[in-house]
């Protein structure tokens, strides 16, 4: 007898593959931070390669799977607005940390809809899904090349970050909804591990 189409064995494969890459490329150095190459590969590695950017793509598209897959646009306004502010010099304080409680806040939005069961809000969850979006942009912003490479750069860090969503969210439709709220739980966890370690180093 063969599984319903939730239990999918190609969408648990793909699951457990993307796990197991999201494990691989946080036990690796965190190359998307602090430097950049020109280039369409480049460019393309440069948002999977930092752990805390891949692990924001994966939430991205986990919310967009759980609530409503307009979140996609939301993300991409996100992306637009706060790779433009970092590439023109922009920035926040503490913008690290930022990056890391934003994968938190996405978790969060998933998790309130999960446990009140009530039909969510999408501006609301578009505005912080946007905002942690634009948050990891404008670090990208700040490390893309300003070279004739930049344009190919940016088309690949594109690319690279919608497969990453995009899949996330066609995989986890494919799963049962807790699957999505637990995925959500260590995220946002991990999040805020990620965030308060570098607190911690401030506060010493």
Same mark, same amino acid.
């Given at each position: ?137 404008? #670090?990208?912003?700040?490390?893309? /090349?300003?070279?004739? %490479? &930049?344009?190919?750069?940016? !088309?690949? $860090?594109?690319? =690279?970050? *919608? ?6 969210? #066609?995989?986890?439709?494919?799963? /049962?909804?807790?699957? %999505? &709220?637990?995925?959500?739980? !260590?995220? $946002?966890?991990? =999040?805020? *591990? ?6 911690? #180093?401030?506060?010493?």
């Amino acid at each position: 007898m063969s599984l319903p189409n939730r239990f999918n064995p190609r969408a648990l494969a793909a699951l457990a593959s993307l796990g197991t890459a999201a494990l691989v490329l946080a036990e690796t150095p965190a190359q998307a931070h602090g430097f950049a190459h020109g280039g369409l590969t480049s460019g393309f590695l440069h948002p999977i390669t930092g752990p805390d950017h891949l692990l924001l793509l994966i939430v991205v598209g986990a919310a967009a799977s759980y609530l409503s897959a307009q979140l996609l646009l939301w993300a991409l306004a996100g992306a637009l607005l706060g790779g433009i502010f970092g590439a023109l010099g922009g920035s926040l304080p503490y913008g690290e940390v930022l990056a890391a409680f934003a994968i938190s806040a996405v978790a969060v939005v998933i998790l309130r809809s999960h446990s009140s069961g009530a039909k969510p809000n999408l501006g609301l969850a578009g505005t912080v899904i946007a905002t942690a979006v634009a948050v990891h942009a404008m #670090l990208h912003g700040h490390e893309s /090349p300003t070279d004739a %490479t &930049a344009l190919s750069w940016w !088309l690949g $860090a594109f690319t =690279g970050s *919608v497969l990453v969503s995009g899949s996330s969210c #066609l995989v986890l439709r494919r799963l /049962p909804l807790h699957w %999505t &709220a637990k995925l959500a739980v !260590l995220l $946002a966890l991990v =999040g805020g *591990v990620v965030a308060l370690g570098p607190l911690g #180093l401030l506060v010493r």
